[in-house]
């Protein structure tokens, strides 16, 4: 069953300073930050997904674009800003497991250290699916060598444009999973990877609404952000446009906060986070 999901009491102030945001660098994260990005105010971080949660806690950034496993083990009392996130309604095409062995089979699996969630995502489903617990090592998924050969591992977890331009062959890794497909079939929801999240006392003004704003002006011009975008991060302009306009979500929905609901009961059940705890919604009130 879903957690309930509660509204926070903490409403919108003026925000002192330059306000800072942090986001991941990869071509899935610019429907959210295009327009943003090289402006004095606010000022755009780039981080991997991991780091996120961290520079959040340390006050480097007032709002950042964060693993959703991370809100359930931060230390800090955290709020979802429901004003964007990334989400897969099926395959992602960028968060693959990639194996020499059928996936049944598995023992231990090198995942990609720039990644909380999409780990959590696999233990969720090899237990669901496979019923395996295997060992999880991670690994630095950038310097690995990609044909197959001894210097990489037999099951690996990768995430990012890295999957799209540096994946492993078929040949050298037959046996391959998409993550999001495969929580499609299991649950029949979209899967959230990262939503904006804020400290719970920290004033974000009107910056909420100017990244909401940001996200449905960019949704107007996917084409064109991929255009620009693609060639930088290895794709190809029409695999970037389809993966930008179609197979990633951007608009925060009620199916996407019981995707995040039912996620967190998983990995709870796992052992993964403490408790399911319910979402803390940020909300602008006067």
Not at 132 to 158: H, N, Q
Request: aromatic content about 6%; glycine content about 10%; proline content about 6%.
């Amino acid at each position: 069953m879903p957690v309930p999901t509660k509204q926070s009491d903490i409403t919108s102030g003026t925000a002192r300073g330059v306000q800072r945001i942090g986001c991941v660098g990869y071509l899935n994260a610019k429907p959210l930050i295009e327009g943003l990005e090289g402006l004095s105010d606010p000022v755009v971080r780039l981080d991997v997904p991991s780091a996120l949660v961290s520079d959040l806690e340390r006050g480097e950034v007032d709002i950042a674009l964060c693993p959703v496993i991370d809100y359930y083990r931060s230390k800090q009392p955290l709020v979802v800003v429901p004003v964007g996130c990334i989400a897969s309604d099926g395959a992602t095409q960028t968060v693959r497991l990639f194996s020499k062995t059928p996936i049944d089979s598995i023992v231990r699996v090198h995942a990609d250290r720039d990644s909380h969630t999409s780990v959590g995502l696999l233990c969720v489903l090899l237990d669901e699916l496979y019923g395996l617990r295997p060992e999880v090592v991670g690994f630095d998924a950038r310097g690995r060598a990609g044909d197959g050969t001894l210097d990489s591992p037999e099951t690996m977890l990768l995430i990012g444009d890295k999957v799209v331009n540096d994946a492993p062959s078929a040949e050298a890794y037959p046996y391959q999973l998409d993550l999001g497909e495969a929580w499609k079939g299991l649950t029949g929801l979209p899967f959230v990877f990262a939503v904006w999240m804020a400290k719970r006392d920290t004033l974000l003004g009107d910056l909420p609404g100017r990244l909401d704003r940001q996200r449905e002006k960019n949704a107007q011009e996917i084409e064109a952000i991929a255009d620009r975008h693609a060639a930088a991060h290895g794709w190809e302009i029409r695999q970037a446009r389809n993966y930008l306009g179609r197979v990633l979500s951007y608009r925060v929905g009620d199916e996407h906060l019981e995707a995040i609901e039912r996620f967190a009961g998983y990995t709870a059940g796992l052992g993964l986070i403490e408790d399911a705890k319910p979402l803390e919604l940020w909300r602008a009130g006067s």
